[in-house]
């Protein structure tokens, strides 16, 4: 299974609403945590059993669910049942191969994104689905793996900075949906040191074929990173336009301000692509002039040596009566004139410029 693909033949044929995981299972059994807060309390915990959230379906204050492995399809239906999340909307959480998107139903939103991250090992960006469910007073993360971009916001939770505590949920999910969209600048910093890299390799050294896989490489990354973000500028469009009940008026600027974010990543990701199309074409180009070098040189050799070939076919004839075969002088004579030849055709080349 490619990164770019996800088979969905599991699903073929069932009706709307079943549950199939679609996706590769990173964690051995699912975890929960809490964060439940208020302007003056702060609850943290790690959730066991699914039946200890339902008070927090109606409660006072925010509460963030974190649901980490979404593999579990027993343990979503019986979340999805404890917090009234609709069939379909359980269905979009675990297939993993959903775009970014925004759905409004009767008591919550459902949101889905792609967190993204710089794989060192396998030197490639790697995306992971995050999904979420925000309601009145709750809101319910999904996300694949063990590790994510969320820290800064569990910091100020926890310290009580800025607006985070005294906020609502939608606050609370601008607040996620930032820290994710803030993480692809460091993408971004990434494939633009290896553009760099490569773009300084083409001009001081004369590219091979690793260059030309390199060069091909960062271009499928940059195909992907844009496949990943694209939609989200329209997600986040909507969320700032306040079509939702569900967004407070307070929080469309700073939703606003999270959409000039997406719209910057997606011009510097089309400005990378264009680097990358010219660092094909200087590359192509780079490899044509040497091979037009090449060819040059042994154009000017053939050419010096089809004079030298002809005397040396007159002289290599089996007639009986020429006039120079005895002649005492004749070898020497003929290295002076094929070496005399060979010197005037270098000096005429040089005098028109060709070499």
């Not at 290896?194 to 960062?218: A, R, V, Y």
């Not at 040396?312 to 005895?326: C, D, R, S, T």
Request: proline letters at 3%; a neutral charge.
């Amino acid at each position: 299974m490619t990164r770019h693909t996800k088979t969905r033949k599991k699903k073929i044929g069932r009706p709307p609403g079943t549950m199939v995981f679609v996706g590769e299972q990173k964690t051995d059994r699912p975890l929960i945590s809490v964060m439940d807060f208020t302007a003056d309390h702060l609850d943290e915990r790690e959730v066991k059993k699914v039946e200890q959230l339902a008070p927090l379906r109606d409660q006072r204050g925010t509460s963030w669910i974190n649901v980490t492995g979404i593999h579990d399809t027993t343990l979503l239906e019986k979340l999805g049942a404890a917090f009234g999340i609709h069939p379909l909307t359980l269905e979009d959480i675990v297939n993993t191969a959903h775009r970014p998107k925004v759905e409004e139903f009767d008591t919550y939103l459902y949101l889905v994104m792609k967190m993204l991250h710089y794989d060192e090992t396998k030197e490639r960006i790697v995306s992971e689905q995050i999904s979420m469910i925000l309601g009145s007073h709750f809101l319910i993360s999904f996300q694949e793996a063990p590790g994510d971009v969320f820290d800064s916001v569990r910091e100020r939770i926890r310290k009580g900075k800025g607006r985070i505590r005294n906020s609502g949920c939608d606050y609370l999910t601008y607040a996620l949906i930032d820290a994710v969209v803030d993480h692809y600048y460091l993408i971004l910093e990434r494939l633009g040191e290896q553009i760099e890299n490569l773009e300084g390799e083409l001009l001081d050294e004369l590219p091979g074929k690793q260059t030309l896989q390199t060069i091909h490489h960062l271009r499928r990354e940059a195909i992907h990173l844009r496949k990943q973000i694209w939609p989200l500028r329209e997600m986040v469009g909507l969320l700032s336009r306040g079509e939702f009940e569900r967004i407070q008026p307070s929080t469309h600027v700073f939703l606003v301000d999270v959409y000039d974010h997406v719209i910057q990543v997606l011009d510097t990701v089309e400005i990378y692509r264009d680097m990358l199309g010219g660092l094909l074409e200087l590359y192509m180009s780079t490899v044509s002039n040497r091979m037009n070098e090449v060819m040059k040189v042994l154009t000017i050799i053939a050419t010096i040596f089809i004079p030298m070939t002809f005397v040396a076919g007159i002289y290599g004839m089996n007639f009986e009566h020429m006039p120079e075969l005895h002649w005492r002088w004749g070898y020497a004579a003929i290295w002076a004139i094929v070496a005399a030849i060979a010197i005037a055709m270098l000096l005429f080349f040089k005098r028109k410029k060709w070499i």
